[in-house]
């Protein structure tokens, strides 16, 4: 078992790279290996608790219809999966990022932290990948 | 010997980074390192057979181990079996090999 530190800086619904940060901590998580995300900046507002579906007027789709996926409903069964595989899932927010954007209200699980954080996370851990944004 | 992993998003059309990017692979090789090049998102363009990336070409014959991630291939509707010779689909999984492997990473 491994420990891998994944920065991730993005916000939700912006950019692709969201996805592939999932994809990766998923895959991880799958595999045995304790994982801590960093989420600096923008990226701070996935774990949004107050993330709403909505309904798609332009296909007349409705809130059900729609089904559109909040990360916030992803960071939840991240954490889930970790508890199923016995590992551990961090997912740490930068405070000062989550203040700037009022994003405190958070899925459970989550916490605060700061670039410190991400620095000790980092230090301790077999591999690390940060994901920049643009 | 060192072992990088370098992981690239981009298309070589829409960022000039890219160039750069493939360049610091060549050069991590030449100086020793194994370096595996991990094409995912819109960086899986690059991988089809016929587009015209020189720096893709040039990092083939570099002896970098290049991947294209089969998610974003299947996104893109990209056939695994038309992507240029030496470019193998592979799970994301193998990121998650190589950095719990301890492999120094990068994301452009």
Known sequence: MATITIGIMDPPYESANTPTAFRLVDAALRKGHNVNVFCYEGATALGYAGQKQHPNAVHGASVEEEDHPNPKDWVKELFLLAAEKNVKLIWCNCGLCVDERGVENQVEGACRGSPVDAWKYSEGSDGVLMIGTE | ?108
């Open chain 2, 1 to 108: 010997m060192n072992q990088y992993l370098m992981i690239q998003s981009k298309s070589p059309w829409e960022s000039r980074e890219v160039g750069h990017f493939y360049a610091l692979a060549r050069e991590l090789r030449q100086s020793g390192g194994e370096v595996t090049f991990f094409l995912v998102q819109n960086g899986v363009m690059a991988a089809r057979t016929g587009a015209n990336d020189p720096g893709l070409d040039q990092l083939l014959g570099a002896k970098v181990k290049v991947l294209a991630d089969d998610f974003s291939l299947r996104e893109r509707a990209i056939d695994p079996e038309s992507i240029k010779n030496g470019v193998s689909p592979s799970p994301i999984d193998q990121v998650v090999d190589l950095l719990a492997g301890g492999a120094k990473a990068l994301f452009c």
